[in-house]
């Protein structure tokens, strides 16, 4: 290979940088130099996605770039931060340039649209892609959305319509088929999540508690559940099924899709019923739906029920790694 | 595999949480939930270390923990900062128990000497060991070493003794034999690097630039001397080599593996002659030997020289990904 380490970092990300004020020195030095905002607390998450597992070796490097970052905001999203800065740890088996820079193309349209600067990162050779991204953002200091404050009574909320990325992933895997002219729409949702941030900050001081969803929204209610040491009923017929969805699967199997399909990075969250008619005043400037599918109880477990109140029983579906 | 993701996670990492006062919400939400410094910079620095790249896939994952950290302190320590926190993505190709038991074991021991907090993780499987480690640290404003402040006439030094690990990773390749009772303290040097956080500390205010050697002696100086804009003059002569190198290795061999070896963690740096008298104080303190070995020129490039002023020619040995 021609173009060594550095060559790679200055050419594909350096040369992107952005000029955020926060960053006194950003790629290029030991470490970057970042400047906190003042009483702010800051939040930081990182994910990591691997090749043959996360997401298929021949996938489109654009759309992979825009994933690797787009599921790091959905977490600062579900933590109520505003995004500033990224790093990028990028392994990769060859130093392909045409792969480099739609890769760099990807993820820098979505960084700029949330004006992230990539601060920092280390590009070496392995012989399998892997794509670690840290993102950091901050919260006003007892404002940050957590697992672990839903209290019994609040009702249980999700954006969007989840269900759709699990659709596309069922379906490259020959276990669904996604209904005629709706293809392009379904694989977006796999492969160009749109991380919730205004959202996310809009619900600071009126969330009791929130999650992203990329395990499946059963699986990572379950999360909040545990944490918040409390149980929940959730009226599947009261899911948001998009349309795609709809004609493509029988409803108990759309259900169970929005349920256990995992990838959504849409937003489970609880809200106090004090505060429901200011969420809703909110929910009105998104630009995905806020949906009520429930709610929190004292009794711990979750409970999936009909409208007529009999038991709804899910195969589960949801994403696992070492199981 | 029985263990699935989260038990990892929780088991292994969570478990072995500090409690630093400036860390709100550490492993298990979305994103930890930090309190930066008052009126101090950021300073965030990654490295990504791959099995059958950077270390061999046997070996022990005790150092593997030690060192993944090490690494990314040598860089704080570089740009004199305070380590504060750490972040881990590790991508395993199985949940082996006994292997993240002693990785743990490396990894905690090095961040409790040095209070450093492990407030987030992402563990995935995947099909090469995968170790993405980033640190956070602090620094006053204006007071990190940076790579491009060095001024003609500064004097050039090194911590420690350069080339030990390159020996021990030219051992490794069959390209070296290390001396008959050295083994243990150059392979120590390879797989237990000590970064130099207290040197690095007490640099502020003093060096004029600086840079961890991690890609060889000639090699990372090369980088502050672009970064600067300026040259240099190294007497090869003047080099700290220790007895196991020269036990090993002819004078020039050694010299050699100490310019161009790679892997030591040891700092680089300049220092303004009217400063040198304030450095050697400061470096007495030290756990490490403190060596001038050279001057900045205004002349660009590196120029490497005896004691009688001839060329010392240097064979290239410096490590780099991509070639």
Request: overall charge negative.
């Given at each position: 290979m021609a173009a060594s380490e550095f060559s790679l970092i200055d050419r594909h990300f350096a040369a992107r940088r952005r000029a955020r004020a926060d960053v006194a020195l950003g790629i290029g030095d030991d470490g970057a130099l970042l400047l906190p905002h003042a009483g702010q607390q800051l939040v930081v998450t990182l994910d990591a996605l691997v090749a043959g597992v996360h997401f298929f070796a021949a996938a489109d490097p654009e759309g992979l770039g825009h994933k690797a970052l787009a599921v790091n905001l959905s977490d600062l999203a579900a933590m109520g931060a505003t995004p500033a800065w990224a790093t990028l740890a990028l392994v990769l088996p060859e130093a392909d340039e045409v792969w480099l820079e739609r890769f760099c193309r990807g993820l820098f349209a979505l960084a700029d649209r949330h004006d992230v600067q990539l601060v920092g990162g280390d590009t070496t050779r392995g012989p399998t892609t892997v794509i670690a991204l840290q993102a950091h953002g901050f919260v006003p200091p007892g404002l940050a959305l957590r697992r672990d404050g839903a209290q019994p009574g609040d009702g249980i909320y999700v954006t969007g319509t989840p269900g759709d990325a699990g659709l596309a992933l069922a379906t490259a895997f020959g276990k669904a088929r996604i209904a005629s002219g709706h293809e392009g729409?379904?694989?977006?949702?796999?492969?160009?999540?749109?991380?919730?941030?205004?959202?996310?900050?809009?619900?600071?001081?009126?969330?009791?508690?929130?999650?992203?969803?990329s395990d499946g929204l059963a699986q990572d209610l379950g999360h909040i559940?545990?944490?918040?040491?409390?149980?929940?009923?959730?009226?599947?017929?009261?899911?948001?099924?998009?349309?795609?969805?709809?004609?493509?699967?029988?409803?108990?199997?759309?259900?169970?899709?929005?349920?256990?399909?995992?990838?959504?990075?849409?937003?489970?969250?609880?809200?106090?019923?004090?505060?429901?008619?200011r969420l809703?005043?909110?929910a009105a400037a998104w630009d995905c739906r806020c949906t009520r599918i429930g709610a929190i109880t004292a009794e711990p477990g979750l409970r999936l029920v009909r409208a007529d109140g009999s038991e709804f029983r899910l195969e589960r579906l949801g994403y696992d790694h070492f199981r």
């Open positions: 729409v379904v694989q977006a949702r796999l492969e160009r999540p749109e991380p919730r941030i205004a959202p996310g900050l809009s619900l600071r001081g009126l969330a009791s508690a929130a999650i992203d969803i559940l545990r944490r918040s040491g409390v149980g929940a009923v959730v009226d599947v017929e009261r899911l948001p099924l998009s349309p795609a969805l709809l004609a493509s699967l029988d409803r108990d199997e759309a259900a169970t899709m929005a349920l256990a399909g995992g990838d959504d990075y849409e937003l489970c969250f609880t809200v106090p019923l004090e505060r429901i008619a809703e005043r909110a």
